[in-house]
């Protein structure tokens, strides 16, 4: 099964500031690779898919890049309803897994 | 507008069945990929299952495979997670899930509300 290692955790930011999350796949998955928004008690919410492409509807200050075994997702500026989990998945078959998420608090 | 609607979760006694449904609408349910995901409480995302639009393939994630089935019903466009020999550690929000799989474009573009099973005794 390939394994994804999100970093960090957690995080505390300001707002206006920039924030990076990382996620590494155990083996290459291309850029098969999604990234997910979740506040309590909600669903997650698509932002990324295939790596970089911003899903319709999505700030344009969330951004994603990497291929293979690294990737990132970028908020240029966070904003105050940009607080939330955080967390990548891998879609290179049917079986897909999802890296342990990331917390963003405000500072 | 693409809905998926949950149901079916409960409380549940160790070792007992439930069967979990997700009613979808707005789209050709047949041609998509469905899968269902978990949640337990203040934990992270799991991947449970997933099927094919035919029903033909399934998928399972070791931690259920054996004790959990996925099907689908394309006449009433419907899906569903048979799930047997329950524990404690399977108590989550499952959430039904509708894939993208088109090339790069690979997704979960639609989720159900969730629906909450509770094993306890």
């Known amino acids: 099964d390939i394994q994804l290692t999100q970093s960090p955790s957690f995080l505390s930011a300001s707002v206006g500031d920039r924030v990076t999350i990382t996620c590494r796949a155990s083996?290459?998955?291309?850029?098969?690779l999604a990234w997910y928004q979740q506040k309590p008690g909600k669903a997650p919410k698509l932002l990324i898919y295939?790596?970089?492409t911003l899903q319709s509807g999505v700030p344009s200050r969330f951004s994603g890049s990497g291929s293979g075994t690294e990737f990132t997702l970028t908020i240029s500026s966070l904003q105050p309803e940009d607080f939330a989990t955080y967390y990548c998945?891998?879609?290179?078959?049917?079986?897909?897994?999802f890296g342990g998420g990331t917390k963003v608090e405000i500072k | 507008e693409v809905l998926l609607l949950d149901s079916g979760g409960d409380l549940v006694q160790p070792g007992g069945s439930l069967r979990l449904s997700c009613a979808a609408s707005?789209?050709?349910?047949?041609?998509?990929?469905m899968s269902w995901v978990r949640q337990a409480p203040g934990k992270g995302l799991e991947w449970v299952s997933a099927?094919?639009?035919?029903?033909?393939?399934?998928y399972y994630a070791d931690s259920v495979k054996g004790r959990f089935t996925i099907s689908r019903d394309n006449s009433k466009n419907t899906l569903h997670l048979l799930m047997n020999s329950l524990r404690a550690e399977d108590t989550a929000v499952y959430y039904c899930?509708?894939?993208?799989?088109?090339?790069?474009?690979?997704?979960?573009?639609?989720w159900g509300q969730g629906t909450l099973v509770t094993v306890s005794s």
């Open positions: 899930a509708k894939l993208i799989y088109r090339g790069y474009d690979r997704r979960v573009d639609s």
């Open positions: 707005g789209f050709t349910f047949s041609t998509y990929a």
């Open positions: 099927i094919s639009g035919s029903g033909g393939s399934t």
């Open positions: 083996q290459g998955i291309s850029s098969y």
């Open positions: 295939a790596a970089s």
């Open positions: 998945q891998q879609l290179n078959s049917y079986a897909v897994t």
